[in-house]
């Protein structure tokens, strides 16, 4: 037997997550039986879609959050796994986990650092690249406006729109955020959308209109962008941060949806496991971009699974840039 920690929700959150709703609970974890496979987690991913799952039911208390994680197999009596082995997993947050062995994934990191694949190379960075590119259906040279560009899939989503030869505005809420936008992923401009009022920025950002707009945030954002939208422009939904901290995720209110009637808007919402048929060209597009030097990204760590509840609330305070992860002892 071996003493592994996990993270439990204690009481659902109303509004912004406070930590003393999480407790990090011992449990005992047997050796692997046969067609068993024990894993050590070396990594733990921390995104904004696991914040409605708190409130809304989905999330059980008392038990192990879920979530992504990456490690490695420590010991194995399956016959597809072996010791050494680098896996994935969505079995939650927690230290150790004893798998069957069906909802583990392994991974080849062919030559790239492993937490890319729980961010650019992974879930993330496979929602931006659907997202944009089959949702959105961007076009070389478009105008584009991305919302929470400086996350772990914005970044990813305006860097492909840079790539396709695009006008590029994105928005975050720093102006460190901002200046890493611009400096670093080389976006046209980015509005730091705590600052001034978000509608008159983004008009002035977009003299020639929004063709594509990647909608992580809802609520303002879309409001403000609506108005922008060129004839016949797609704005693929991707998430709405920006309620997720609300009672039943709901958004601030839209006024300006008239407009998809008269620009003959398309908005479609979008989920990444409709892109599935497409994951290998997926990777072969981003693998070929990192090589190259045109995909950049960063990822803010919080260390030690203690630090996990910290992390999660860390992204509705503004706290990352990049991917969020919690490394595990």
Sequence with gaps: MAISREVHLLARPDGLPSSDQFHIVETEVGDPGDGEVLVKNSWMSVDPA???RLSNGQQSQHQVISGGALGTVIASRHESFKEGDIVQHGAGWRELHLSDGGDLEALDPAGFPETLYMHVLGTTGFTAWG?????????DGENVFV???AGAVGSVAAQIAKLKGCYVIGSAGSAAKCAWLQDTLGLDVAINYREGVLRK???????????VYFDNVGGEHLDAALPRMNVFGRIPICGMISAYNNFGAISSGVTTLSNMVYQRITMQGFVVWDFNDRKAEFLDDMRAWLRAGQMHYEETV????????DALIGLFTGQNTGKMLVKLS
């Design 302 to 309: 919080y260390d030690g699974i203690e630090s996990a509840a």
């Design 50 to 52: 696991m914040r409605p």
């Design 201 to 211: 920025s983004l008009k002035a950002a977009a003299p020639n209109g929004i063709d």
């Design 147 to 149: 919302s929470a560009a």
């Design 131 to 139: 997202g944009i590119l089959i949702t959105g259906r961007l076009q």
